[in-house]
């Protein structure tokens, strides 16, 4: 049997690719362990599941606190069961044929103990290998190499090597605390030295794509992070390097580590210790001119864009799940991120749903007031309707590069009183503006005409609502851009996976997704859906979404709808159950572009929207999904006409699988970074 190693660290979007390519394997013979690095993206829920699935091989799952790939490789070596050992990454996957061809590859090498392992080529998600021209046997189909003659073979730094699991317990990854990378080199090499060999094949089994801000796109911060892993690389080369020039390199290359770490004493150790000893004093004025470069590094990322979004407070919800979205993607080499919410906690008491870690490591998090406090919560609410320019300087300041107020309301009052120098400033629209400005009088909407006003750039998420705020503000003259919402396609696929505990429910299965406001309209839906069940359909119904549910109680008493309609309550993940519906049904009054509209499409569900909304734009005005007229009577029709006509859900769902694949992020996060920018 062989164990395929792979650890992970925040790729919950990428792990059901490398576990479905595992799953195709022609032989099962082998477990999948997998070393969790502390991800924060959910990546656990993931192996909830695939742990109890009923899988032809069995996999292993344990989650550890952060310490880098070489500390999870050395304990995924003591815990294996299998006679050879393949580390897989996160972002790879295996050709069908891997396993067996590795299995068949252990079984036909030569009863010989100077063979640690065999390797395999990586090749591209297209199968074309990487690296140069191999000099393998064209007869046999490979060659028998240490590692250190693979540069001399035109084997590229990267292949897919497997090892005998007992002989590769014998050679630990060395780590230090405080880091948390060493080349894997040091381990390979140490092993050729110690004559041990791999039979390298001329054949791809392992498929590679690799991910911006991985092992495989860092250089100077890894040096600048993980000193003494390079030490331990310098260490390993002086133990083979015959050239007096490249052994004084090398050994200078060591005590500039040694002295970046502040670990003297290891100068004297190791191999090569005279001239390493004698080399020390330059070592140390290497080292010194490491820290310029560093410093040199750190300020062209010092000089990325400081961009800071601005929300009231970070609910789960649709907009703030976009925010997610938009800040984990944009290009952290061009922008330096913050992310503030005004409160810690929601402002409303029927609503406290929050995220779990949603951002990426590199995103800084803030909260301006805890309003928990009672009286500061009060003293910055008056302050606000007073001074609410020095309120935005005394909590905000200027240091930022551009500042976005990614929501209407307090977000938008509070940014329009910034003085940026040398940025822009930013709105954010994601609803209609004739409902968010519904029932304030002349005055008031001037007021707000003059806070639009104030800004460099408006957003509008969609058409619809770039039309309705022009319409409401007739005056302000501010250019408008529309970028639709990016959406993770790949996390959203990933959390629909996700083990739910077993529910009862009958066909067909509505479900809509939404917080309990009177604009997503539930209420006329439920009506529609107790005139339904009166002329006899059978159905069931779920709403998913926090807030002050005790009116739709009440109309589902009222309706006899008990028994047919739930009441889900808020769902930190509630993409199963969106996997679970017949239908999507989305009775909104009035929608900016929402989120579980596209999350939805990506699932490639059927879906129902009203019209005169942003729904309409995203289902394509019909072709992606059923538009009814946006009042209870278009609801009613459009309902009876799914329960009267069952094959509507799969041409529906079709043509929503069909948008999907065509769908990419990468050209609104595009357009936001050019707007943030310019």
């Known amino acids: 049997m062989i164990t395929i190693f792979t650890p992970t660290y925040n790729r919950a979007h ?72 393949l580390i897989v990454d996160s972002d790879d996957l295996l050709c069908p044929t891997a396993v067996q061809s590795y299995i068949d590859a252990f079984k036909s090498l030569p009863e010989d103990e100077s063979f640690i392992g065999i390797s395999f080529l990586k090749g591209n998600l297209e199968g074309k290998p990487l690296g140069g021209n191999i000099k393998i046997d064209p007869v046999t189909g490979f060659v028998d190499a240490n590692n250190l003659q693979r540069p001399y073979l035109g084997l590229s730094d990267d292949m897919a090597e497997a090892f005998f699991t007992e002989k590769l317990r014998k050679y630990p990854f060395p780590v230090w605390k405080g880091e948390k990378f060493t080349p894997e080199a040091v381990v390979w090499d140490k092993m050729a030295l110690d004559g041990y060999k791999i039979r390298w094949y001329d054949r791809v089994e392992y498929l590679c794509e690799y991910q911006a801000g991985g092992l495989s796109d860092s250089s100077w911060k890894l040096l600048k992070q993980n000193p003494m892993g390079y030490a331990m690389l310098f260490d390993a080369k002086l133990r083979y390097e015959a050239s007096f020039r490249n052994r ?50 750190d300020t062209r990322q010092m000089d990325r864009h400081k961009v800071l979004f601005l929300i009231e407070s970070l609910v789960v919800g649709g907009a703030e799940r976009v925010l997610v979205n938009i800040v984990n993607k944009l290009d952290p080499k061009k922008f330096d991120i913050t992310v503030s919410s005004i409160f810690k906690y929601s402002v409303y008491d029927s609503y406290q749903a929050y995220f779990d870690k949603p951002f990426a490591s590199h995103i800084h998090y803030k909260y301006l007031i805890n309003n928990h406090n009672k009286p500061i919560y009060h003293l910055f609410n008056a302050l606000l309707r007073r001074y609410p320019k020095l309120l935005y300087r005394l909590f905000i300041g200027d240091g930022y590069d ?17 003085n940026l120098k040398r940025g822009r400033k930013c709105a954010w629209l994601h609803t209609t503006t004739s409902l968010s400005q519904a029932g304030k009088s002349f005055v008031q909407l001037e007021r707000q005409s003059a806070i639009y006003s104030a800004f460099d750039k408006i957003v509008a998420v969609s058409r619809i609502v770039k039309d309705s705020f022009t319409e409401t503000f007739p ?65 069931m119904a779920w709403i998913i979404g926090g807030g002050d549910s005790s009116e739709l109680e009440s ?63 995203l289902l394509k005005d019909g072709e992606t999904g059923m538009l009814v007229d946006n009042s209870s009577e278009g609801i009613e029709a459009g309902m009876e006409k799914i329960l009267m006509n069952p094959s509507l859900k799969e041409a529906y769902e079709k043509k929503a699988s069909e948008y999907s694949r065509t769908y990419s992020s990468e050209e609104a996060i595009t357009k936001i970074e050019n707007l943030l920018i310019s």
């Open 475 to 539: 005056s302000v003259n501010v250019p408008i851009t529309i970028i639709c919402n990016p959406l993770d396609r790949d996390a959203v696929l990933a959390k629909a996976q996700c083990k739910i505990a077993p529910m009862e429910y009958t066909r067909p299965l509505f479900v809509a997704v939404g917080r309990l406001t009177a604009a997503k309209g539930f209420d006329r839906w439920l009506r529609c859906l107790g005139k339904l069940r009166r002329k006899g359909y059978d159905f």
């Open 402 to 418: 551009s500042v976005v107020a990614f929501y209407e309301g307090l977000p938008t009052d509070l940014v329009s009183q910034a």
């Open 555 to 617: 109309i589902i008493l009222e309706e006899g709808l008990s028994g047919t309609v739930a009441l889900l309550g808020h769902k930190s993940n509630p993409f199963p159950f969106l996997k679970l519906a017949d239908w999507i049904i989305a009775p909104s009054r009035a929608e900016g572009l929402p989120a579980v509209i596209q999350e939805s499409i990506a699932l490639g569900k059927a879906i129902m929207g009203t019209k005169g909304t942003g729904i309409a734009e």
């Open 14 to 85: 990428l792990l059901p690719r490398l576990y479905e390519s595992l799953r195709k394997q022609t032989s099962k013979n082998f477990e999948w362990l997998i070393i969790d690095d502390g991800s924060t993206d959910g990546t656990h829920a993931l192996f909830d599941e695939w742990t109890v699935a009923p899988n032809e091989f069995t996999v292993r799952y344990s989650r550890v606190a952060n310490g880098g790939k070489q500390r999870a490789i050395n304990q995924a070596v003591a815990l294996a069961e299998g006679e050879y050992f």
């Open 248 to 297: 004084l390199n090398l050994s200078l290359q060591y005590d500039s580590c040694c002295c970046l770490a502040h670990e003297y004493c290891e100068i004297a150790r190791g191999s090569n210790k005279i001239m390493k000893v004698a080399a020390s004093p330059l070592g140390w004025l290497l080292s010194r001119r490491r820290k310029r470069q560093f410093n040199r590094f």
